[in-house]
């Protein structure tokens, strides 16, 4: 490929996605807010700009992931944002797990000016990004979808597809990441109770994890649960915090009680409240062992 990609945010997962995009062929011009953490793909031909609008080529595509709501408008409408620019037939693909409703009102900002938003929020760790072995949930107008496919196949093992309206992908990736969180907590307290009882919690994950719980998710995060191993970290406990305070809100919104989401919710606030919130998010787990006197 020889598009450019504009591409807007480097952290944990931004920058392997980006340094997959330059494996796939594709040339990038790039903007984070922390400049320091471009150094790695300047080595690559990267080019880096001051400003998140100095990466759109009009009629271009722009991909970001970025931490939150406020920071998504930001370099989208902020002053000056990517939608001076991107004009007709532009393309912003958003992988950022944010709220269905920043994805519903910027969608209608794109729509407004002739271009495109598009949904791609991701699964994976940082060493899955790497590998360009994401799993992307993709939504969005059909057209758009199609131009970027190469994008999201550059990144990802598996794209799946989740209809025109452009949240929809967002409540996916919500879904899943409950899922997660959920599994984490439940993983730990059965592997404390299991060391309570004199049982050695890393034999106990990995029999189950290799039997009736075999999935990445018990084999990858209940092994470090197990193993009380919380680095290096992947994924930060406040954005994991973020995450279930949207699944929360949107849950609200959509007139639904989720009293597990509620529990897990007090259980990520009160170790982001010990100051654990840049600790990874499976170091919820260690609420667990001093809640059993561990």
Known sequence: MSETIGFIGLGNMGQPIAASLLKA??????????????KPLLEQGVQQVARPI???????IVVSIIANDSALEDITLGEPG????????????SMSTVSPAIVQRLSQEHTKRGSFYVAAPVFGRPDAAAAGSLWVCVSGAEAAKERVKPVLEAIGQGIFDFGEAPEAANIVKLVGNFWIVAAMEAMAEGLTLAEKNGVERTKVIEMLSKTIFAS???QNYGGAIA????????FEMKLGLKDVNLV???AEQSHMPMPLVSLLHDRLQAGVARGRGEM????????VSEDAGL
């Open 25 to 38: 062929g594709f040339q990038l011009r790039v903007y984070n807010r922390t400049a320091a953490k471009a």
């Open 54 to 60: 100095d990466v759109v080529e009009p009629g271009g």
């Open 82 to 93: 990517i939608l001076e620019r991107l004009g007709s037939g532009g393309i912003h693909v």
């Open 216 to 218: 990445r998710i018990y």
């Open 227 to 234: 193993r009380k191993s919380y680095t290096p970290v992947g």
């Open 248 to 250: 929360l809100q949107t």
């Open 280 to 287: 990874d998010w499976m170091a919820m787990a260690l609420a």
